[in-house]
């Protein structure tokens, strides 16, 4: 579990690139998912947790 910690705060920081260069086109892209189905939006956030999942077992 060592490991946790440096990884919530990689993901802060790669999260925080975004907003922090492009605030207009960060906000564009967050209302364009908002119009998104929840099904789409399920299905994309199951995607990103298997190839998060599937990268975390390769490189462990």
Not at 15 to 43: A, D, H, M, T
Request: cysteine-free; overall charge positive; aromatic content about 10%.
């Amino acid at each position: 579990m060592d490991w946790l910690l440096p990884v919530l705060a990689i993901v802060l920081i790669v999260e925080g690139i975004g907003p922090l260069l492009f605030p207009n086109k960060w906000r564009n892209y967050l209302l364009q998912v908002s119009q998104q189905p929840i099904n789409q939006l399920r299905q994309m956030g199951g995607v990103l947790v298997i190839i998060g999942t599937l990268l975390l077992l390769y490189f462990n």
